[in-house]
Nanobody, 126 residues
Framework: QVQLVESGGGLVQTGGSLRLSCAASGFTLDSYAIGWFRRAPGKAREGVSCISSSDGNTYYSDSVKGRFTISRDNAKNTMYLQLTDLKPEDTAVYFC???????????????????WGQGTQVTVSS
């Protein structure tokens, strides 16, 4: 059974940091494109960061570039998103996702993904 389980969300003050984790089971992450997405209240789901399946490059949305870092630990079959210098506008439910084929910067598009986690809430207070 394919499953992605996020953890690590919470309440943090402006300028603070969090690390989100996403543990995969039922498949091996290292051959998949992986992505992190978020949905703020009243807004559509948006791509935050991803690692493409075609070139292995990382991509970030302009709003988080320089503040967030995506990574994965193949030995643990887990992906991460390090969030630093958090701002109130980063408040959202964060989701991890994986797909066998999400190429280049398209890996920032939610429709490229078949497998999704349940989401974890990140709240940044001002």
């Amino acid at each position: 059974q394919v499953q992605l389980v996020e953890s690590g969300g919470g309440l943090v003050q402006t300028g603070g940091s969090l690390r989100l984790s996403c543990a995969a089971s039922g498949f091996t992450l290292d051959s998949y494109a992986i992505g992190w997405f978020r949905r703020a209240p009243g807004k559509a789901r948006e791509g935050v960061s991803c690692i493409s399946s075609s070139d292995g490059n990382t991509y970030y949305s302009d709003s988080v570039k320089g503040r967030f870092t995506i990574s994965r630990d193949n030995a643990k079959n887990t992906m991460y998103l390090q969030l630093t210098d958090l701002k109130p506008e980063d408040t959202a439910v964060y989701f991890c996702a994986a797909d066998k084929r999400a190429y280049r910067s398209l890996c920032l598009k939610p429709y490229e993904y078949d497998y999704w986690g349940q989401g974890t809430q990140v709240t940044v207070s001002s």
